[in-house]
């Protein structure tokens, strides 16, 4: 089994043929998808979609590219409905917007304060701005978990984000050609601390790279990193899906 930990499938890209990307998701062994939140209408559209398919769960949260039109107020609420499994997508981005970091960094430390209160993982978006969310996140060391989602900086911040107590997203980018750094980070991280996820309908991996991405296509992620590490997908496979389960507690999960 492979688990998508990262779909926007809440987003309207899927309004018309959501079943048949579940049914080719399931045909691909991804049988368990979260679904993540960045504002609050598509909070409430992945509350909605995870308690009607058995093999969704949601994230709530209040991405950085929203900060300006919605606040965290609304999240308490959610957080016990259904199947919430974190806090996020949350975090920094400096890439689009840099006029305002203060309002970023008060928006993403109240939803790490209530990822602590309500013992939840995050989900963490951060581009451009692995520093500035390292130090947001210094202060609850060991208090607090999750993944840096679609991880996109180097090595050396990658084992910075394992010594929080994070793991490392990775997604379809490391199918591309100019992979370098990437291609690095699974070479040397150990596969206990990585994550596979899609952030559909974005970054679709080879051979559907520049089209609509949907969670079946985590199979060519798994398969990437088998290739770069040595292993079978198989391996690749059973390790990352016990880290989805342990780090989400998505329910019952042996291999
Ligand atoms: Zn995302």
């Known amino acids: 089994m492979i688990v998508d930990t990262h779909a926007h499938l809440n987003m309207e890209d899927y309004d018309k043929d959501i079943e048949a990307v579940l049914g080719r998701a399931q045909k691909n062994e991804v049988l368990k ?22 093999m969704l769960y949601a994230t709530v949260g209040v991405h950085p590219g929203y900060v300006d039109e919605g606040t965290t107020e609304h999240l308490e609420s959610l ?3 259904g199947k919430v499994v974190a806090i996020g997508e949350c975090g920094l981005d400096l890439y689009w917007r840099q006029d305002n ?15 602590v209160k309500h013992n939840l993982p995050l989900v963490i978006h951060t581009r451009s701005s692995f520093e500035e969310t390292y130090q947001c996140l210094l202060p609850y ?23 929080l107590g994070f793991y490392i997203g990775i997604d379809g980018p490391i199918t591309f050609k100019k992979a370098l750094e990437l291609t690095e980070i699974v070479t040397y991280i150990d596969l206990k601390h990585i994550l596979v996820e899609t952030d559909s309908p974005y970054l679709a991996p080879m051979p559907y790279r520049g089209k609509r991405n949907e969670p079946g296509y985590t ?12 292993m079978t997908p198989e ?3 059973n390790q990352t899906t016990r880290n989805a389960h342990e780090l989400f507690k998505l329910g019952g999960y042996s291999t």
């Open 33 to 54: 998808v979260m679904v993540i939140g960045m504002d609050e209408p598509s909070n409430h559209r992945a509350l909605e979609l995870a308690a009607r398919y058995d």
């Open 79 to 81: 957080i016990h409905q």
């Open 101 to 115: 970091l203060e309002l970023q960094k008060k928006v993403f430390i109240e939803q790490i304060e209530l990822a």
């Open 141 to 163: 060391r060991g208090k607090v978990t999750g993944v840096f989602h679609c991880f996109s900086s180097n090595l050396n911040d990658a084992k910075r984000a394992i010594d």
């Open 219 to 230: 199979k060519y992620v798994v398969e990437k990193i088998a290739e770069i590490k040595g």
């Open 235 to 237: 391996a690749v496979m």
